[in-house]
């Protein structure tokens, strides 16, 4: 799409110009359609790439705290499954379903009250869109847990090769 954008006519055979036409300048809904389908499928995957690249670079020269990079590293990758199952429907939704059971083995919190909380897609969904994680039982922001900190950090490895050892993380 780029070099069509980039070029009124092209000839390579893996985008070549329509016959008797010339690119981007006739185009119809259709092409729109199909115009904003080829963006979508790739642009955000690339933001996120870009972005965890980015993270990483600045993580070299910046001692992060853990926390803070892990959840970077989680809101990019709950917001890939979110984005995911928007885009690609029930189906993709579907797909998702063992990524959650996973995580859902991975992420539970005991609360102070003493509930166990295991964390479903509900709960991330939660997280992603309000930056918090709720105990079901009492309704206590668990997300400040040390506890689910910990296992943030643990389950994206630090976030980093560098991040910083000597950060301590409230357990409120
Ligand atoms: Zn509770």
Excluded at 23 to 35: G, L, M, P, Q
Excluded at 95 to 100: D, E, G, I, Q, Y
Excluded at 113 to 121: I, P
Aim: glycine letters at 4%.
């Amino acid at each position: 799409m780029m070099n069509h954008a980039h070029h009124i006519v092209t000839n390579d055979r893996r985008y070549p110009t329509a016959p008797q036409s010339l690119n981007f300048v006739f185009s119809i809904n259709e092409d729109y359609k199909r115009y904003w389908d080829a963006y979508y499928s790739l642009v955000p995957f690339l933001l996120l790439y870009a972005t965890a690249v980015v993270d990483r670079l600045v993580s070299e020269l910046i001692k992060f705290d853990p926390y803070s990079f892990s959840w970077r590293e989680m809101e990019r990758f709950l917001g890939l499954i979110f984005y995911m199952e928007k885009a690609g429907g029930s189906q993709q939704r579907k797909a998702s379903k063992p990524v959650f059971k996973e995580l859902t083995k991975l992420f539970t919190v005991k609360c102070k009250c003493g509930h166990h909380n295991a964390l479903e897609r509900a709960d991330f969904k939660l997280l992603y869109d309000g930056g918090v994680l709720l105990c079901v039982k009492c309704t206590s922001q668990i997300h400040h847990y040390k506890e689910f900190q910990q296992k943030m950090v643990a389950f994206f490895n630090g976030g980093t090769a560098s991040p910083s050892k000597t950060t301590t993380l409230d357990n409120t």
